[in-house]
């Protein structure tokens, strides 16, 4: 399970406050993203980074936002612009290139309430 | 963009049978077609893939067929498992200035011993 990590793995806060969201990788990944799963959905693009001080909106890129100051880590934050934040949120990596296997992260349950 | 559609959203079969997941797709210009399992609390992984210039693609028990007319794309699960019990879900990779794979929205498969 080496390779991309997520932390924490549960997370709760309280309505109104931002909270960051840690995805690490050392596979030496140029690309990394984030997605969003809401229980029986698929997986929905938040974010993502090909290149280091580098990242594109997703398909749900509101209310979220993040950074890409090296290449090893992509965070995430989710504001408290973020309508319904609670939601299982998944980081993964890949070689550029588009043809590659995306290698995910275990992923952060996100609860507020 | 690109707009990837999955069928059936759950599917039920008996240990033994094969089971058929299918998805379309939107954009002609997508070449890479990747099948991920993700069993219940873990992360998503890639099982098979199959790129534009190939039409079937075979591992083992697991299978995929891609229709670029028609674009369409399917996996084949034989002699199935109760192991197997998963979502899965389908994807397209497009090559744009930014590469980004969407993901279909999954098919939840039960395996009954």
């Known amino acids: 399970d080496g390779g991309i990590t997520q932390s924490p793995k549960y997370l709760f806060r309280k309505e109104g406050q931002n909270v960051t969201l840690s995805c690490e990788q050392n596979l030496n990944h140029d690309a990394m993203y984030w997605y969003r799963q809401d229980p029986g959905q698929g997986l929905r693009l938040i974010y993502y980074?090909?290149?280091?001080?580098?990242?594109q909106k997703g398909d749900i890129a509101e209310g979220y936002s993040v950074s890409r100051e090296k290449k090893e880590s992509f965070p995430l934050t989710v504001t408290s612009a973020q309508k319904n934040p609670t939601a299982f949120y998944l980081c993964?990596?890949?070689?550029?290139?588009?043809?590659?296997?995306?290698?995910f992260g275990p992923g952060t349950r996100l609860t507020v309430t | 963009g690109e707009n990837v559609e999955q069928h059936p959203s759950t599917l039920s079969v008996q240990e033994g049978d094969s089971a058929v997941i299918k998805c379309t797709y939107s954009d002609s210009a997508s070449n890479y077609f990747p099948w991920y399992k993700q069993e219940l609390g873990k992360r998503p992984q890639l099982i098979i893939d199959i790129r534009s210039n190939v039409g079937e693609k075979k591992d083992q028990r697991i299978a995929v067929t891609l229709n670029k007319t028609a674009k369409h794309f399917s996996l084949h699960i034989t002699e199935t498992q109760p192991e197997d019990s998963a979502v899965y879900f389908c994807?397209?990779?497009?090559?744009?200035?930014?590469?980004?794979?969407?993901f279909g929205p999954g098919t939840s498969l039960s395996v009954i011993p």
């Open positions: 994807a397209a990779s497009m090559k744009t200035s930014y590469d980004k794979v969407i």
């Open positions: 980074s090909q290149i280091v001080n580098d990242f």
């Open positions: 993964a990596s890949s070689i550029v290139g588009g043809i590659y296997e995306q290698y």
